[in-house]
Structures are given as structure tokens and as C-alpha cells.
């Protein structure tokens, strides 16, 4: 086993790292943070299935397709509920909508359950970047909002918003760069596990964080 496939493995498995935390700090959390401590379990699963089929060599998109939806249903939700401002909550709700959708009509009938369903995730990672800007944004107007890096939406928001754009070049462009040299290509997937990896340890960072009262 190869570097890059050793450093794979690890940074997938990271998002044992902030489901741990999630788990012990579970009775404390809001609503949206419980709704990523959610997300962050059945991702732990779906991952720990997705390295084991890697180990072995077997076929997993199959597992990753049908999944997607949870990513791109869970954290649009997260951020429903956090909106205070309708129209952001309007624009989020729509955005569920689309990206389901999307995520039916491909896997059922386009690139379908056993081709890596770059639609979805193009659709998907493109609203995710739309929806957390808009976060930034309505944070901004909060004027009594004096310690920002104690708001676990902020971190949140932080890491989804590098990811995301991350993620629309990797894998949004996947049928690209699929059949680029295998060194290149192997250094494309290490940029993603990076991502992986800054995702998860800003998830940790996020649940650590103590909110500010509101008054």
C-alpha cells in the first residue's frame, strides 16, 4: 500500500474525530448542531464501509451515489434552521428542493447508481457555497455579535465553504480529469484528502466552541 492510498485512508477516517466529540457533547448542542452530529454518524458509517470495500479493491460507488443526498439534504437543513432571515430560509428551502431533485432524476436516470454522479455534486456543492455566503452575510448584520470565532455556525460555515469549492473542482470535474496520468491524478486526490481533513478538524473546532449568550 502506497502513500497516497495510506494517506487516504486516514484522512477519510478523521470524521471519527468530530463524531466522537459530537457523541460526548450531545445533550448540549442546538438544533443544528445536533442535525451535523447526524450528518457526521452516518457519514462515519458510510465511510468506515467505503475504506473497507477500497481495502479489498471492491467497487463503492455504488455505496457513495445513493448517499449523497444526506450531505445535500442534512446541511442545507443545518442552515435552515439557523437562518433568522426569511428570505435566506426561503432561498435554502428552495435549494433542498433542487439538489433533491437533481439527486433523483440523475441517480435514476442519468449518470445512474454505478457512474460517480458528478450532476449531483456540481448542483450540490454550488448551492452549499451560495447558502454559507449567505450565512457570512447575515452574521455580519448581527450587530451585538462581538466574538465571531465562538460561533460554531462560523466554523461551520468556514470549512463547508473551502470544501465546497474544493470538492466542485475534484469531483465536479471528475469525468475530466479521470483520465489524466495517475502521478497527476494521485495528487488531485491527495488535495482532496486534505479537504477531508480540514473539513473534519474544523467540524472538532466547531463543536469545542462555547457560543456567546445572546441578549
Same mark, same amino acid.
Given at each position: 500500500?502506497? #502513500?497516497?492510498?495510506?494517506?487516504?485512508?486516514?484522512?477519510?477516517?478523521?470524521?471519527?474525530?468530530?463524531?466522537?466529540?459530537?457523541?460526548?457533547?450531545?445533550?448540549?448542542?442546538?438544533?443544528?448542531?445536533?442535525?451535523?452530529?447526524?450528518?457526521?454518524?452516518?457519514?462515519?458509517?458510510?465511510?468506515?464501509?467505503?475504506? =473497507?470495500?477500497?481495502?479489498? *479493491?471492491?467497487?463503492?460507488?455504488?455505496?457513495?451515489?445513493?448517499?449523497?443526498?444526506?450531505?445535500? #439534504?442534512?446541511?442545507?437543513?443545518?442552515?435552515?434552521? /439557523? #437562518?433568522?432571515?426569511?428570505? #435566506?430560509?426561503?432561498?435554502?428551502?428552495?435549494?433542498?428542493?433542487?439538489?433533491? %431533485?437533481? =439527486?433523483?432524476?440523475?441517480?435514476?436516470?442519468? *449518470?445512474?447508481?454505478?457512474?460517480?454522479?458528478?450532476?449531483?455534486?456540481?448542483?450540490?456543492?454550488?448551492?452549499?457555497?451560495?447558502?454559507?455566503?449567505? =450565512?457570512?452575510?447575515?452574521?455580519? *448584520?448581527?450587530?451585538?455579535?462581538?466574538?465571531? =470565532?465562538?460561533?460554531?455556525?462560523?466554523?461551520?460555515?468556514?470549512?463547508?465553504?473551502?470544501? %465546497?469549492?474544493?470538492?466542485?473542482?475534484?469531483?465536479?470535474?471528475?469525468?475530466?480529469?479521470?483520465?489524466?496520468? /495517475?502521478?497527476?491524478?494521485?495528487?488531485?486526490?491527495?488535495?482532496?484528502?486534505?479537504?477531508?481533513?480540514?473539513?473534519?478538524?474544523?467540524?472538532?473546532?466547531?463543536?469545542?466552541?462555547?457560543?456567546? %449568550?445572546?441578549?
Amino acid at each position: 500500500m502506497g #502513500f497516497y492510498s495510506i494517506f487516504a485512508y486516514v484522512t477519510t477516517l478523521s470524521v471519527i474525530i468530530p463524531t466522537l466529540l459530537a457523541f460526548f457533547k450531545l445533550k448540549s448542542l442546538d438544533t443544528s448542531l445536533r442535525l451535523l452530529s447526524l450528518y457526521l454518524i452516518i457519514t462515519t458509517v458510510k465511510e468506515l464501509v467505503c475504506v =473497507y470495500y477500497s481495502y479489498n *479493491q471492491w467497487y463503492n460507488i455504488h455505496i457513495y451515489n445513493p448517499l449523497r443526498i444526506v450531505e445535500f #439534504f442534512i446541511m442545507p437543513l443545518i442552515y435552515y434552521k /439557523a #437562518f433568522t432571515n426569511k428570505k #435566506f430560509k426561503n432561498i435554502t428551502k428552495y435549494a433542498i428542493v433542487l439538489i433533491t %431533485s437533481v =439527486y433523483l432524476v440523475n441517480l435514476l436516470f442519468i *449518470q445512474g447508481l454505478n457512474k460517480f454522479n458528478t450532476y449531483t455534486i456540481i448542483v450540490g456543492r454550488i448551492s452549499l457555497i451560495i447558502i454559507t455566503l449567505l =450565512y457570512f452575510f447575515e452574521l455580519l *448584520q448581527k450587530v451585538e455579535t462581538t466574538s465571531l =470565532y465562538r460561533e460554531p455556525m462560523l466554523w461551520i460555515s468556514t470549512g463547508l465553504l473551502f470544501y %465546497s469549492v474544493g470538492s466542485f473542482l475534484i469531483h465536479g470535474l471528475y469525468d475530466l480529469h479521470s483520465n489524466f496520468p /495517475a502521478d497527476l491524478s494521485k495528487k488531485i486526490w491527495a488535495i482532496n484528502s486534505i479537504l477531508n481533513l480540514f473539513l473534519n478538524l474544523i467540524y472538532s473546532i466547531a463543536f469545542l466552541c462555547k457560543p456567546q %449568550s445572546q441578549k
